[in-house]
C-alpha cells in the first residue's frame, strides 16, 4: 500500500511538473501548414483603375514582439518605444502593378525590412504614403508613381498613438503628428506613491460599463500624457514646419479648401471610469500656421453619460468637415437630453459652423438617433438615421439648399433581404468623396445582395424623387462577386472582386453594358491553402423545432461520402445573435459560394483531421414583441444546437454521438452555456469568454438591461451559476493580456476553479502576451495543438 501511494505521489509529481513547465508544441503537419499560409496581397487601386498597390503581410507576429514593452492605460495599448499603438499588423513587402498593361513594377528607396501601416493616396492619386516603423521610431515615406521612387520625408520621428497618423494637403504637403523636442524622459513608476489613489462620487448616479486597462493612478496620469503628447508639422516634402504647441490630440482633419485645421485636443482632468475616448477635449480649428482661429467647444467627461444603446452624451458631438464646403463644420446635438427612452418629437440636431466668423445655423432635425450623411452637392445629400429599441433605419434625401428633409427609404436593420446598399461615392473638386449622381437624379447604390440564396452582391441605380431603382448588375452563381469601384461611370466599367469555393478573391475589369463581354483577369492570386484541396463545402439550411430556419457552412473532408462513408465526428462552431423577428432571425446570411478564409481562430482546419466542421452555425435569439430575446436565451441555445446536430446526423454527415461545440469571446459564453444546461456534446471549447455576467453589470451584448433591473437574467444566463452541472470535458483558453470590455481573464479562471472545484473535467490554457484577439505565432499554434489534442482526446 505505502508502495502504492509513493508511486501515485511520484506520477502526480511529474503531471504537476509537466503542467507548470509546458513547452510550445505544434498541432499535426497539414493545420500548421494552413495556420501559416500567407494570405493573398491586400489591394489599393486608384479610382481611374489605373494602378494597384499590392501589399504583402503576414498574419501572425512572434511572442517576442508581443513581449516588446507595452504602456496600458486609458483603454489604450501603447508601445512607449515607437510611441505609436502596439500590436499593429504590418505590411512586408510592396509592389505597383499597371492595369492596363498588367506590368509588374518594384519600388526603389523603401526600407528593409518594412513594416508599413496606413497607405493614403493624395489627391490625385500620383503618390502614395505610408508610415514605417523603423528601429528608432515611426518615419513617414512618399511613394511616387511616376518614379517608382519611395522617400523618407519627416525628420521628428511620428506620434501614432491616438488618431489618424498623418493626413495629406492636396497633392504634395502632409501634416502629421510628431513627438515633441525636449520631450524629456518617459516617468518612472514610484517605488513608494505619495499616498493611496481615492476616488469618490457624491450621490450622483455614474453608470459605467466594464472597461479595461483604465488609468488607476498619478502615475498612469503622467504616462499617459507622456506618450500621446505631440505636435502637429506640416511637411510640403522638401521640410517640416512645427504647427502650434504640443498637445494630445485626439483626432485632427484638413478642411476640404486646405485652409484649415479641425483638432479635438484632449484635457485634463484624466478619467479613471471611461478610456480616452471619453476624456474631457476641446474642438478647435487652427490656420495652416498652427494659429489659433477659433475654439469651438470645450467638451466634459463622458463619465456619467447614460449607458443605453440609444443615449448620447448631451454636449456637442463628431464634429467633422462638409465634404460638399470649402470649410464649413458639422455636429450633432442631442435634442433629447441624450436619453433614448424618452418621448421627443426628434432626437438630433445637425448644426453648421462657419470657422471664421462663428456663425451656426441648424440643417436639419432627425426623429431617431442621427447616424451620418454622405454630402453630394448643393441639392443632394443622404442623411442616416436609426434606432437600437426598434432596429429601424430611415434614409432621408436631404437638400442643403432648402433644408427641406424627405423620407427616403426605411427598413429593420436586422432585415438584410430588404437592404438596398449603400451609395458609392466619387471625388469632388475638394478631393473628399461624396455621392456620385448621374443625369442629376440618381445614384448608384452597392449592396451585399442578401437572399434566400445567400449573397449575391448587386449594383443598382435609383432615382432620388421617383423612387424608382434599377439594376445594373448582380453577381451569379457559382461565384461570390462584388464591384470595388467604377472606372467609367458612361460606359459602367467597374473593377470587381470575385472568388469561389475553389478560387481565391481575384480582381477584374468589368463592362456592366456588355454583359457577353467576359471579364479581364488583373490579378491571379493562387489558394495559399493546398491543404484544403478536395474538401467539400456548401452551405446547408435546416428548420429548429419552432419554424425558425436556420443555416450553416459545412466541411467535409477530402474524399468523404455520405451514406457510403462512417459518420464523422462533428465540431460546431458558432456565435449568438439577437433578433426582435423571428423572419428576420431565419434569414440567410453569408455565401455558399465564398473561398475559405482562415484566420488563427477558425474552426475549419479540422476537416483536414476527419472532422465535419459546420462553421457559423446559426444561433439566433429571438425575443418578438414586448419580450427581450435574452429572456429565453438558454431554451433558444438548445434549440439551435440540436437543429444542427440532428440536421448532420440526417444527412448521414455527422455522428450524433460524437460532437464538439467552440466559440470565441460570446461564443465561449455560449459554449459554456451549452454544456452546463444540455447533454447533446461530447467536449467543448471556449475562448476568451465572460462566464460570469454579474462582473458585466451595466449590460454586455445586446442586453440593454443592468443586473440590477433584470438579475435573474443575469444569473441564468451566467454558466459560471451552473458550473457544478458541467460535466462534459471543456477547453478554456484566454489571451493573459485580453483587453476586451467584460472578458477580463478571470473570467475564465473563476469559472476553471468552480468546475475544478465540482469535479468536473476542465484544462485552462492562459496564453502569454495575447490580447482579445490571439496573434504570435508560438502561442497560436500551442492553441491549435490543444484544441485538436481535446478533440481526438474526446471525440475520436
Not at 448643393?378 to 433644408?403: C, Q
Request: proline share 6%; glycine share 6%.
Amino acid at each position: 500500500m505505502k508502495l502504492l501511494l509513493l508511486i501515485s505521489f511520484i506520477v502526480l509529481g511529474q503531471l504537476l511538473t509537466a503542467q507548470d513547465n509546458i513547452r510550445y508544441q505544434t498541432p499535426p503537419q497539414a493545420i500548421a501548414e494552413l495556420a501559416l499560409a500567407e494570405p493573398t496581397p491586400s489591394v489599393f487601386i486608384d479610382s481611374r483603375g489605373e494602378w494597384m498597390i499590392l501589399g504583402s503581410r503576414s498574419t501572425l507576429s512572434t511572442v517576442e514582439e508581443l513581449g516588446q514593452p507595452e504602456a496600458r492605460i486609458a483603454g489604450l495599448r501603447l508601445n512607449p518605444v515607437f510611441f505609436s499603438a502596439s500590436r499593429t499588423n504590418s505590411i512586408h513587402g510592396l509592389a505597383l502593378r499597371n492595369i492596363k498593361s498588367s506590368s509588374d513594377f518594384n519600388f526603389t528607396g523603401l526600407p528593409s525590412p518594412l513594416r508599413a501601416t496606413s497607405i493614403q493616396w493624395n489627391k490625385d492619386e500620383t503618390k502614395f504614403a505610408f508610415c514605417h516603423q523603423a528601429t528608432d521610431g515611426i518615419d513617414l515615406y512618399v511613394v511616387s508613381i511616376a518614379e517608382k521612387t519611395a522617400r523618407k520625408v519627416n525628420q521628428r520621428k511620428l506620434n501614432t498613438t491616438l488618431g489618424a497618423a498623418y493626413r495629406w494637403v492636396g497633392n504634395d504637403a502632409l501634416v502629421y503628428k510628431t513627438i515633441p523636442e525636449n520631450l524629456g524622459s518617459m516617468p518612472q513608476r514610484p517605488i513608494a506613491p505619495s499616498g493611496p489613489v481615492v476616488q469618490e462620487n457624491l450621490g450622483k448616479a455614474v453608470a459605467s460599463r466594464t472597461y479595461q486597462d483604465l488609468i488607476r493612478s498619478p502615475y498612469d496620469e503622467e504616462l499617459f500624457a507622456y506618450l500621446t503628447t505631440s505636435r502637429l508639422v506640416l511637411n510640403n516634402l522638401q521640410e517640416e514646419k512645427p504647427l502650434g504647441s504640443p498637445a494630445i490630440y485626439k483626432s485632427f482633419s484638413i478642411s476640404p479648401d486646405k485652409r484649415f485645421i479641425l483638432t479635438e485636443t484632449i484635457d485634463r482632468p484624466f478619467s479613471y471610469l471611461v478610456s480616452a475616448g471619453g476624456f474631457p477635449y476641446t474642438v478647435s480649428v487652427l490656420d495652416m500656421n498652427g494659429q489659433l482661429l477659433r475654439s469651438i467647444v470645450k467638451n466634459p467627461s463622458a463619465e456619467g453619460a447614460p449607458i443605453g444603446f440609444d443615449d448620447v452624451v448631451i454636449f456637442p458631438r463628431d464634429h467633422e468637415w462638409r465634404a460638399d464646403e470649402p470649410a464649413t463644420i458639422t455636429f450633432v446635438q442631442a435634442l433629447d437630453k441624450g436619453l433614448g427612452k424618452s418621448k421627443a418629437d426628434y432626437r438630433d440636431a445637425l448644426i453648421a459652423i462657419d470657422p471664421v466668423n462663428g456663425n451656426s445655423k441648424e440643417l436639419f432635425r432627425t426623429k431617431r438617433r442621427f447616424s451620418n450623411v454622405v454630402w453630394g452637392n448643393a441639392t443632394v445629400a443622404l442623411v442616416y438615421e436609426n434606432m437600437f429599441a426598434d432596429r429601424k433605419l430611415r434614409i432621408h434625401l436631404f437638400n442643403p439648399s432648402t433644408g427641406k428633409l424627405d423620407s427616403l427609404f426605411e427598413r429593420s436593420s436586422n432585415d438584410a433581404y430588404s437592404d438596398i446598399g449603400s451609395p458609392m461615392t466619387t471625388s469632388n473638386v475638394f478631393g473628399q468623396s461624396v455621392l456620385r449622381i448621374l443625369n442629376g437624379s440618381q445614384i448608384i447604390l452597392r449592396s451585399q445582395g442578401s437572399s434566400p440564396e445567400g449573397d449575391l452582391p448587386f449594383i443598382q441605380s435609383m432615382d432620388l424623387y421617383s423612387g424608382k431603382k434599377t439594376m445594373l448588375w448582380r453577381c451569379e452563381a457559382p461565384y461570390f462577386e462584388n464591384v470595388v469601384s467604377i472606372i467609367d461611370e458612361s460606359k459602367l466599367t467597374v473593377i470587381t472582386s470575385r472568388e469561389s469555393l475553389q478560387e481565391p478573391p481575384n480582381y477584374y475589369i468589368r463592362d456592366l453594358k456588355n454583359k457577353k463581354l467576359a471579364p479581364k483577369a488583373i490579378t491571379q492570386f493562387k489558394t495559399p491553402y493546398k491543404a484544403l484541396d478536395g474538401v467539400s463545402k456548401e452551405k446547408i439550411s435546416y428548420k429548429r423545432a419552432d419554424g425558425v430556419d436556420l443555416t450553416g457552412d459545412l466541411y467535409t473532408p477530402a474524399g468523404f461520402t455520405p451514406g457510403k462513408d462512417k459518420p464523422l465526428p462533428i465540431f460546431i462552431w458558432a456565435y449568438p445573435r439577437e433578433y426582435k423577428s423571428a423572419a428576420d432571425a431565419a434569414q440567410v446570411r453569408g455565401s455558399k459560394y465564398q473561398f475559405p478564409r482562415l484566420s488563427w481562430g477558425s474552426p475549419v482546419y479540422w476537416v483536414t483531421q476527419g472532422f465535419a466542421i459546420l462553421d457559423n452555425a446559426e444561433m439566433p435569439i429571438v425575443g418578438e414583441g414586448d419580450k427581450e430575446p435574452n429572456d429565453q436565451f438558454i431554451p433558444q441555445l438548445y434549440l439551435n444546437a440540436h437543429a444542427a446536430i440532428a440536421k448532420l446526423s440526417q444527412m448521414g454527415i455527422g455522428d450524433s454521438n460524437r460532437v464538439a461545440v467552440g466559440g470565441h469571446s460570446y461564443g465561449a459564453f455560449m459554449t459554456a452555456n451549452l454544456l452546463a444546461h444540455t447533454n447533446l456534446f461530447k467536449a467543448g471549447i471556449a475562448r476568451s469568454g465572460a462566464y460570469n455576467r454579474t462582473l458585466t453589470p451595466f449590460g454586455f451584448q445586446a442586453e440593454e438591461r443592468t443586473y440590477w433591473q433584470a438579475p435573474d437574467v443575469y444569473y441564468n444566463m451566467s454558466p459560471f451559476s451552473f458550473a457544478n452541472k458541467i460535466k462534459t470535458p471543456i477547453l478554456l483558453i484566454h489571451g493573459e493580456l485580453d483587453n476586451n470590455p467584460g472578458t477580463f481573464p478571470i473570467q475564465s479562471e473563476r469559472l476553471y476553479n468552480a468546475i475544478k472545484g465540482h469535479g468536473g473535467t476542465v484544462r485552462y490554457i492562459v496564453l502569454p502576451y495575447e490580447s482579445h484577439g490571439y496573434s504570435a505565432k508560438e502561442n497560436v499554434l500551442h492553441m491549435l495543438w490543444e484544441m485538436d489534442k481535446w478533440m481526438k482526446q474526446y471525440l475520436k
